[in-house]
């Protein structure tokens, strides 16, 4: 699958070729045996997909000036790579910086809209006793019932990461 993107496009990733052909970037996937894989790094955040539970963990680790496109660059290269269905996101945020306002605005009005178009079902986040994280999060989860999409948090990595894949695979005939 070839997917073409703007030059202002980042795309950081030890699981695709990349090269420059009249201002385009041109990925290709590299197919491996394994079946979790990194698909993006930034300063901000690393992104693996689990192919077999069509699953994506975002892992956090900016735990002071995360900026507006920093926050949303892993979730718009979910968004934007359609050659992979995710059903699941594990959130770990735990190295996480504070989020301000119009970050959760956004992720409210636009980007979980956008990722149930694409197939969420499943949103997991793991996450400290810091009580404006455990704000954030229950503020978002609040302010997006109803829309279909099952919403837990945790403390734990491990349990966090059973559950969600537990909940997928009960469901992997349904999509």
């Known amino acids: 699958m070839i997917v073409r993107l703007n030059k202002a496009d980042v795309i950081y990733s030890y699981n695709f070729g990349f090269f420059l052909s009249s201002g385009d970037l041109i990925l290709w996937k590299i197919e491996k045996e ?12 690393t992104l693996k997909y689990d192919d077999h539970y069509k699953m994506a963990c975002l892992v956090w680790n900016c735990m002071g000036g995360l900026s507006f496109e920093k926050y949303k660059e892993p979730f718009e290269f979910l968004l934007q790579a359609t050659h992979l269905p995710v059903h699941g996101i594990l959130s770990d945020n735990r190295k996480q910086g504070i989020i301000k306002t ?7 009005k636009t980007g979980t809209p956008r990722a149930i178009k694409r197939g969420l079902k499943y949103y997991y986040v793991v996450s400290d006793n810091n009580p404006f994280k455990q704000y954030y999060i229950n503020t978002i989860f609040k302010l997006l019932e109803g829309d279909g999409m099952e919403r837990k948090m945790f403390k734990d990595f491990d349990e966090a990461e059973q559950s969600i894949k537990t909940a997928l695979a009960q469901n992997l005939l349904v999509f």
């Open 102 to 108: 119009e970050m959760r605005s956004w992720l409210q």
């Open 34 to 45: 394994e079946k979790v894989k990194e698909i993006f790094r930034s300063t901000v955040a």
